[in-house]
């Protein structure tokens, strides 16, 4: 049984993690800022934001672990490559695998990237892809000069249960209510995906195989799908007919729609320019074979119609689409 530190393990991928981590029978202790847990007495937890670093070493101080999944990015402030280094040099000590969850967005637009394409540069505009890439960096020397076992994940978008963005929500609620749904353009801009339970899985495999210590791992499916026909597909997973209306992007813009804060016009952060990676090895490194996107989201949907809707303010769609042919 191994003993097993989840760092950020109470929303989209930790959840999905940690059931699985249950399931084979690891103790699991969870590091977090919230009072409770879903999980209730089958985790311990260690109370502290991962963001403060003296914090962060003073809980981990003495404790000893043989894998650590490390899936938390702050949002508001970011999470700098010291944070996550004050967390993996506390553990190091007798540790068998530090598993990091970076993003897709290390590379710099377009693609299609393998894991050894060049990263984007340290000085970067988007800050979360720096953030990432440069945590990586970070990572990846503390293996070369002091044998940190690390493994990192780069997944495309995840979807799945208890998803905090407003990402497959977003398009189930309208589709439901019969809405006609805003697509930006002509609907063709792309996009990969990942369900939050492959990314579980590929951490736990990364952690267990040992051809995985110094490598990365890009999670996506393949090919990328296109804005138009990824709201087609959730829609005849939810059963009903898709009515896309197509709106400029500079008009949405203008007309005060958001990629990130309400009023969000196509989810939240999904209308930005592609990212297209390849995952062939995390199947022919670790034997993982990612879950088709209509399976996985066949599976989410049963979950989000368990869920209780939250009604929806569409008055400021109302206004872009009362003004669009």
């Not at 929303?11 to 059931?19: T, W």
């Not at 949002?75 to 490559?81: D, K, V």
């Not at 969850?101 to 394409?117: D, I, Q």
């Not at 005060?256 to 804060?261: T, V």
Request: charged share 20%; with cysteine.
């Amino acid at each position: 049984m191994a003993r097993t530190l989840v760092i950020g393990g109470t929303q989209l991928i930790g959840r999905a993690l940690v059931e699985q981590l249950l399931a084979r029978g690891d103790d699991v202790v969870l590091m977090h800022r919230g009072a409770t847990t879903p999980f209730g007495d089958r985790v311990s937890s260690l109370r502290c934001d991962r963001n403060d670093t003296a914090a962060v070493q003073a809980v981990l101080s003495g404790q000893r672990f043989d894998v650590v999944y490390d899936n938390v990015y702050d949002w508001q402030r970011g999470t700098t490559p010291e944070q996550v280094l004050a967390a993996a040099r506390a553990v190091a000590p007798g540790l068998k695998r530090y598993v990091f969850t970076s993003s897709v967005a290390v590379y710099p637009n377009g693609g299609e990237y393998t894991e050894s394409s060049p990263l984007v540069p340290e000085q970067h505009p988007d800050v979360y892809g720096a953030q990432k890439a440069n945590t990586e960096r970070a990572l990846f020397a503390l293996h070369a000069n002091e044998g940190l076992p690390v493994s990192t994940l780069r997944p495309a978008f995840i979807y799945g249960a208890h998803n905090a963005f407003d990402r497959e929500t977003f398009f189930w609620d309208r589709l439901l209510d019969g809405r006609r749904i805003i697509v930006p353009e002509d609907g063709e801009a792309t996009m990969q995906w990942v369900w939050a339970e492959d990314v579980a899985r590929a951490a736990i495999a990364a952690a267990h195989n040992n051809v995985a210590i110094g490598e990365a791992y890009n999670l996506g499916n393949y090919p990328p799908i296109t804005q138009r026909d990824f709201v087609q597909l959730l829609a005849r997973v939810a059963g009903v007919e898709a009515q896309l209306v197509y709106v400029p992007r500079a008009h949405l813009l203008e007309q005060g729609g958001s990629i990130m804060a309400p009023p969000n016009y196509f989810g939240v952060y999904l209308d930005i320019p592609a990212i297209t990676a390849n995952s062939a090895r995390v199947s022919e490194q670790l034997g993982l074979t990612l879950t088709p996107l209509e399976d996985g989201l066949r599976e989410t949907f049963a979950w989000y119609r368990q869920q209780p809707r939250v009604p929806r303010d569409y008055a400021w769609e109302d206004a872009v689409l009362a003004g669009v042919s």
